[in-house]
Structures are given as structure tokens and as C-alpha cells.
């Protein structure tokens, strides 16, 4: 198994983080040989506020749930325990694999509201069963890479590192948004087990508890710019301006050996002060030592602070783009939406499904996307599909594990077929349209006049 798609925080079958509520379909429908082919969609009913769009990430750990789902003899034991699972049902999930097909769009993917992510077709327990796990990493990731796409809009070509791993949910939640942040564009992490994982950079600086433990702040400077001479130095432990003159000290001790590569300012106004700073270091003949900031950063601050002109060449962002402080959940579904060859569908008020299985093309011109259509996956429209075939009969297919480099690199030329008023910060006005076909439309119409004559 390749280090991309290597799981470091579920030890051994995940196969029972699930909900309950899937197994005891799974013995329902197999007590009622319901086990025919189903389709299962998952997708976003409407986007958060200010996102014109998300960023598809998590497919590689969904297909790597699927081609592993097992359950082990302590699996067993323990659903043994619950009382709801009868020893027939307990012996055939012995032998339980996953042997269906997944249709989805490449990771690094921009997508919309209404338009699969992914969809599994396979017997209804095995699509069933599929829901909680492929959910929960397919929707953290797309999260936490839409969050990650719009810091990196505001930073443009400036330095972007993720500094999120200490507030963030969790270890898997730490190391599965390392790598979506990395494909929506961030640059480095300080999280040494992604970088390890992924081959993502790591990046780092030094900590306010070096300058903290030592008496005297120059001395801290001296010690650390000598274990790691092009090191970034913290200079806000107690007075930012002050701190930045002690590296003009230490340069000047150190003469031709100064190699101090920058500064780092983690407090206060970051805009005045490193403008200030900027101009002591270049009083200095310090020109090439950088200014790097973090603390409290987000979009919008990243945005302000390069708007105003600020001598900033990177960015450290951490809480806010770890959690995703403004939209940090999607209104993600996983939908059956056929089984035994029929268009299946929820009349529920604000809860639409299309039903069948369905393919998105995007329409492009002179290289610039201008609408995608969500059509039957059976229809055939001008512009370029997006769901691939990706999983058949249980195995990933050949082509469907690309390197992390290349989901970053595909991200990158996605993003740019875009317009700009859909890549940018603030809402699109319009939005980009996505199209229904009249094909699908149809095909929904015909099955809710058949659930509302089947109900009445």
C-alpha cells in the first residue's frame, strides 16, 4: 500500500466505526434477501455561506475502507454482546467483503451543490453498510480542503503552513487535513507524521518557551540561530519590535555567518508591526531575512493583511483553518437513490434526491467552465464528465490512485478552468449554474408520481 493512502490512527478493520443503525439493516435486509443491486449517492444539498464552492477530498481513504471492510473474530465477539445480531448473521459477516462499483470525481475536484461526490453501486447491505465511514472521511476532507482553498486564495503567492494540528479534532482529524489542506494549495505542515505519511514539507520555527527558559532573549537567539542557522525566529515573547532589534544584534555578531532566514510575529497588530519590523531590518541592510506570521489567522485577516500592503511573505494558520471556524460541516447526504433497477427518492420537504444513478459535465468555453449539467448516467451531453469509474467489483481500478502531487497538481488546474468570480473570496453573483437535464428532471418526476400514487 502506498504512504498516501496508509491510515496511521485506526488500528487494524475499521470495519465497526459505523453506526449501529447499519448493522441492524444489514441483518434486516438479509433476512429478507434484500440484496439486490442498489445505488447510493453522496453529495451536498446546498453550500455553506461565502463558499462559491467545494473542494472534493477523501476519495483514496474511502476506497481503501471498501477494499479492507472485514470483520475480525473480535468484531464478532463484541456485536455478540449487543443482542441484536442472531448467530446466523454473525457467521455471515464472517465472510463479509465489499464487491460493488464506485463511480466519483477526482480528488481536487471543484464541485457543487446537488452533484455527486461518489457513487456506490453494489447489493444493497454493501452499499448500506458503506455509509457511515466513506461519509465521515469524504466530508471532513472536502471541509477541510474548501477551508484551506480560500486561505490560500487570500495569501496568493504567499507562503501558506498549517499550524492547526494541537486545536484539532483528534489525530485522524490532524493528519487527514494535513493532506487535504496540501491539496487545496498549502505549502508545508508542522505535523511530522503527515509529512511522513504523505511526503508532505514539514515547516516549523521555535517556540516561546526557548525564549521563556532562557534569561536572557539574545542569549535564546544565539543558541537557537546556532543549532539551526537559517532558522525563523520568534520575536514577540515580549515586545515584538524590541525582539526584531535583538536580531539586528545577533547579525551583527555574527556577521558573514548570520543566515537567520526570517522573523516571526504571532501577536498584536500583524500589519503595523511588520511594517515596522520590516523597516528596522532594512535599516539594517536585513533585506533578504523575511517577516512570517501567524496567531488568529484566517481568510478574511490573510486577505486584510495583503490588501494593506503588509511586508508578509508567509502565513502560519492554524484554529481557524483546522476547524473550519465558519463552515465547519457540510449538509452532506449518502442517499439511495435506486435499487432493483428503479429510481428511488425522499418527498421530504427540503431534502431532494435525484434518483438513478447520475453523471456531471462540465461545460467549458474557450477553457473556462460556464456551466455543469447533472444529468442520468445514461444521458450523454456536451462538455466533460467527472465522475470516473474508479472500484469495480470490490478493487480500485488502475488509474484510480493517483500520487498526492498529482491530486495537488490536478486541483490546481481545476481551480484555474474556473471563473474568477467563483474562485474568489466573496459570494459569486451569480453563482455558478449547475443545470439539471430535462432527462433527470423527468425521471424524478415519474418517481415521486409514483410514491405519491403508491401512497395514496
Request: charged share 25%; glycine share 8%; aromatic share 8%.
Amino acid at each position: 500500500m502506498s504512504p498516501d493512502r496508509t491510515d496511521p490512527t485506526v488500528p487494524g478493520t475499521p470495519a465497526l466505526l459505523t453506526d449501529l443503525y447499519e448493522l441492524t439493516m444489514l441483518r434486516a435486509y438479509r433476512s429478507l434477501s434484500m440484496t439486490d443491486e442498489a445505488v447510493f449517492s453522496l453529495f451536498v444539498r446546498r453550500l455553506p455561506a461565502r463558499r462559491n464552492l467545494l473542494l472534493a477530498c477523501g476519495l483514496a481513504d474511502a476506497l481503501d475502507y471498501l477494499e479492507q471492510l472485514r470483520f475480525s473474530p473480535g468484531d464478532l465477539a463484541y456485536l455478540e454482546t449487543l443482542g441484536h445480531f442472531d448467530e446466523p448473521f454473525l457467521r455471515w459477516l464472517e465472510d463479509f467483503r465489499f464487491t460493488g462499483d464506485v463511480f466519483a470525481v477526482p480528488e481536487g475536484t471543484p464541485v457543487f451543490a446537488d452533484e455527486p461526490l461518489l457513487e456506490v453501486v453494489a447489493p444493497l447491505p454493501e452499499a448500506q453498510i458503506a455509509e457511515s465511514f466513506v461519509m465521515n472521511q469524504v466530508h471532513f476532507q472536502t471541509v477541510a480542503a474548501s477551508k484551506a482553498l480560500r486561505v490560500c486564495t487570500a495569501a496568493g503567492a504567499r507562503t501558506v503552513v498549517d499550524f492547526g494540528m494541537r486545536r484539532m479534532h483528534g489525530s485522524d482529524a490532524a493528519v487527514k487535513a494535513a493532506r487535504a489542506f496540501y491539496v487545496a494549495g498549502v505549502h508545508a505542515t508542522s505535523n511530522v507524521q503527515a509529512g511522513k505519511l504523505y511526503g508532505i514539507p514539514v515547516a516549523g520555527t521555535m517556540a516561546h518557551s526557548f525564549v521563556q527558559a532562557h534569561d536572557d532573549e539574545l542569549q535564546a537567539f544565539r543558541d537557537f540561530a546556532a543549532l539551526y542557522p537559517e532558522t525563523i525566529l520568534l520575536v514577540d515573547t515580549y515586545d515584538t519590535l524590541a525582539g526584531t532589534e535583538l536580531v539586528v544584534r545577533l547579525a551583527e555578531e555574527l556577521g558573514e555567518a548570520f543566515r537567520v532566514s526570517g522573523v516571526r510575529l504571532d501577536s498584536g497588530d500583524l500589519g503595523s508591526l511588520a511594517a515596522q519590523a520590516r523597516r528596522i531590518l532594512d535599516d539594517a541592510g536585513l533585506g533578504r531575512v523575511e517577516i512570517f506570521a501567524s496567531g488568529g489567522l484566517d481568510e478574511d485577516e490573510i486577505a486584510r493583511l495583503v490588501g494593506e500592503g503588509a511586508p508578509i511573505t508567509g502565513f502560519g494558520v492554524g484554529t481557524r483553518m483546522g476547524v473550519s471556524s465558519d463552515a465547519p460541516a457540510l449538509d452532506m447526504a449518502y442517499k439511495l437513490t435506486a435499487y432493483r433497477g428503479s429510481g428511488r427518492l425522499k418527498l421530504s420537504p427540503g431534502k431532494r434526491i435525484l434518483p438513478g444513478r447520475k453523471q456531471v459535465y462540465r461545460v467549458e468555453r474557450d477553457g473556462i467552465a460556464v456551466e455543469d449539467v447533472l444529468a442520468g448516467a445514461d444521458e450523454h451531453h456536451r462538455g466533460r464528465p467527472l465522475l470516473r469509474k474508479v472500484m469495480e467489483h470490490g478493487r480500485r481500478l488502475p488509474g484510480a490512485s493517483p500520487t498526492l502531487e498529482q491530486i495537488r497538481a490536478l486541483a490546481r488546474e481545476e481551480l484555474e478552468k474556473l471563473p474568477e468570480a467563483v474562485t474568489a473570496l466573496d459570494p459569486a453573483d451569480p453563482p455558478y449554474p449547475v443545470r439539471i437535464s430535462s432527462g433527470l428532471r423527468a425521471e424524478a418526476g415519474r418517481v415521486a408520481q409514483k410514491l405519491a400514487g403508491d401512497a395514496g
